[in-house]
């Protein structure tokens, strides 16, 4: 059971040293007792006391890790129940499925094709993460020769489906060395599962028909020894497996249930008929609560939007997306080439980006640091004052890939351009359009004005 705050102040050092980042001891023990602090802050903790701190420290949703090399993964993890309370922390990890009868030559077309689904986005690769095997004939042979193709032979990690405990042990013999998962214990396959998940030292899934009969699964797992588990109510339906998801979010977080306390696992894969639906389900898990969503297929019409759905709301809502200060060639500009100038907000990059990429004049692009803000609020914050970009542009070396002195800046920062003229003598400053979708005409018209 979680320590209360008062409880947990006797066991910390008392010296109100700071150094965990809040003023005081207690204030630091209130905040590891609402999980909004880690232990780990504190760096003057005995090991006596870490001992005894290690449950009321914990996320209230487990962290699992599934998986080895470069796509392994967390899932769980999570503190609050809404993104604006602090942030979530483990991305929805997404999985496609394959039947354990695919032959080998279809398999590894599907897993080339699948790995070529990576996405650059504000410097980060987008991309999923997790095969599942399906068991659909109970050969345990098939099932064993699929997971070892898909691990030997792919980045993706694995989840492992078979209400068969001996094709799920084939399975793990071939594959136990990516930490895949098991999937899924049911109350009568708990033991036997639960003793091949032990055994390895893997995450296991179980599966009830409802939350409240998940609670004895992971209870009985507790008490053999297993920690890393992911919960499935079960239900296959849209509104029901959507009320089961804030239900077991809100019983760990806010009724400190921890034999509710691990991520989940969905399945939109079985609630549509085609894919579109599918995606449309599995955005809506993303967003409310699954840890894991296992889709049918990966396909880039699809999986590309879910990735940045999964971008945007698992990053931190009090720090700004941004990308680097710098220079960013547009098509293959040339020493005639526009120059134009914006803030280094993520979303307003990618807008300007995009919108100059589509009128298919060749452009340099000068990417102001503004602490990721945006232009009219980078502005009204003095972060992109007529002086500092004006010194920016001086530094930046564009000058020497230019033979022209015309900078385009921001219509909505049209008011610092008297600012920049007189930072930069000789250059002709003009206002551009307000709204990016404006910006191919206006290139347009430069380059044909030119």
């Given at each position: 059971?979680?320590?209360?705050?008062?409880?947990?102040?006797?066991?910390?050092?008392?010296t109100?040293?700071?150094?965990?980042?809040?003023?005081?001891?207690l204030?630091?023990?209130?905040?590891?007792?609402?999980?909004?602090?880690?232990?780990d802050?504190?760096?003057?903790?005995?090991?006596?006391?870490?001992?005894?701190?290690?449950?009321a420290?914990?996320?209230?949703?487990?962290?699992?890790?599934?998986?080895?090399?470069?796509?392994?993964?967390?899932?769980?993890?999570?503190?609050?129940?809404?993104?604006?309370?602090?942030?979530?922390?483990?991305?929805?990890?997404?999985?496609?499925?394959?039947?354990?009868?695919?032959?080998?030559?279809?398999?590894?077309?599907?897993?080339?094709g699948?790995?070529?689904?990576?996405?650059?986005?504000?410097?980060?690769?987008?991309?999923?993460?997790?095969?599942a095997?399906?068991?659909?004939?109970?050969?345990?042979?098939?099932?064993?020769?699929?997971?070892?193709?898909?691990?030997?032979?792919?980045?993706?990690?694995?989840i492992?489906?078979?209400?068969?405990?001996?094709?799920?042990?084939?399975?793990?013999?071939?594959?136990?060395?990516?930490?895949?998962?098991?999937?899924?214990?049911?109350e009568?396959?708990?033991?036997?599962?639960?003793?091949?998940?032990?055994?390895?030292?893997?995450?296991?899934?179980?599966?009830?028909?409802?939350?409240?009969?998940?609670?004895?699964?992971?209870?009985?797992?507790?008490?053999?020894?297993?920690?890393?588990?992911?919960?499935?109510?079960?239900?296959r339906?849209?509104?029901?497996?959507?009320?089961?998801?804030?239900?077991?979010?809100?019983?760990?977080?806010?009724?400190?249930?921890?034999?509710l306390?691990?991520?989940?696992?969905?399945f939109?894969?079985?609630?549509?008929?085609?894919?579109?639906?599918e995606?449309?389900?599995?955005?809506?898990?993303?967003?409310?609560?699954?840890?894991?969503?296992?889709?049918?297929?990966?396909?880039?019409?699809?999986?590309?939007p879910?990735?940045?759905?999964?971008?945007?709301?698992?990053?931190?809502?009090?720090?700004?997306?941004?990308?680097?200060?710098?220079?960013?060639?547009?098509?293959n500009?040339?020493?005639?080439?526009?120059?134009?100038?914006?803030t280094?907000?993520?979303?307003?990059?990618?807008?300007?980006?995009?919108?100059?990429?589509?009128?298919?004049?060749?452009c340099?692009?000068?990417?102001?640091?503004?602490?990721?803000?945006?232009?009219l609020?980078?502005?009204?914050?003095?972060?992109?004052?007529?002086?500092?970009?004006?010194?920016?542009?001086?530094?930046?070396?564009?000058?020497d890939?230019?033979?022209?002195?015309?900078?385009?800046?921001?219509?909505?920062?049209a008011?610092?351009?008297?600012?920049?003229?007189?930072?930069?003598?000789?250059?002709?400053?003009?206002?551009?359009?307000?709204?990016?979708?404006?910006?191919?005409?206006?290139?347009?018209?430069?380059?044909?004005?030119?």
């Open positions: 059971m979680a320590l209360t705050g008062i409880q947990i102040f006797k066991l910390l050092p008392k109100n040293c700071k150094e965990c980042g809040v003023p005081t001891c204030a630091f023990a209130m905040n590891l007792a609402s999980g909004k602090a880690e232990l802050n504190c760096p003057y903790v005995s090991d006596e006391a870490r001992e005894k701190l290690a449950e420290s914990a996320p209230p949703i487990r962290p699992v890790k599934i998986g080895q090399g470069v796509r392994k993964a967390t899932a769980g993890g999570e503190t609050v129940m809404y993104r604006h309370e602090k942030t979530f922390y483990s991305p929805t990890l997404l999985a496609a499925t394959v039947a354990s009868s695919i032959s080998e030559a279809d398999l590894a077309e599907r897993l080339k699948w790995n070529a689904f990576q996405y650059e986005r504000v410097g980060l690769n987008l991309r999923p993460e997790l095969v095997v399906k068991d659909v004939d109970g050969n345990a042979e098939n099932f064993a020769r699929v997971a070892k193709l898909i691990a030997e032979t792919s980045e993706f990690n694995l492992l489906m078979s209400e068969n405990p001996d094709v799920i042990k084939a399975g793990v013999e071939t594959s136990g060395f990516k930490r895949p998962l098991i999937y899924a214990a049911t009568s396959t708990l033991d036997a599962l639960g003793a091949i998940a032990k055994d390895a030292d893997l995450p296991i899934a179980v599966k009830a028909d409802s939350v409240e009969a998940l609670i004895p699964l992971t209870e009985k797992l507790n008490e053999m020894g297993i920690k890393d588990i992911v919960i499935d109510s079960g239900s339906e849209l509104k029901e497996a959507f009320k089961d998801q804030v239900a077991i979010r809100r019983a760990a977080l806010k009724g400190g249930n921890r034999a306390g691990f991520p989940t696992i969905t939109p894969s079985d609630m549509a008929g085609n894919p579109d639906m995606a449309l389900i599995a955005g809506t898990f993303i967003a409310k609560y699954g840890g894991i969503v296992v889709l049918s297929e990966f396909n880039t019409e699809t999986l590309f879910l990735l940045l759905e999964r971008l945007n709301i698992f990053t931190d809502p009090q720090r700004p997306m941004m990308v680097t200060e710098g220079i960013y060639e547009i098509g500009p040339d020493e005639n080439s526009p120059v134009m100038v914006t280094n907000f993520a979303l307003t990059y990618f807008i300007v980006s995009g919108e100059a990429e589509g009128s298919r004049v060749p340099w692009l000068l990417i102001k640091d503004a602490e990721g803000l945006s232009v609020t980078a502005w009204a914050a003095g972060k992109f004052s007529g002086d500092d970009v004006g010194t920016f542009v001086k530094k930046s070396g564009i000058s890939k230019v033979k022209h002195n015309e900078l385009v800046i921001p219509g909505y920062a008011a610092i351009a008297g600012d920049v003229e007189e930072e930069l003598p000789g250059w002709t400053i003009t206002v551009g359009p307000r709204e990016a979708a404006h910006l191919p005409a206006f290139l347009k018209a430069k380059v044909g004005a030119a």
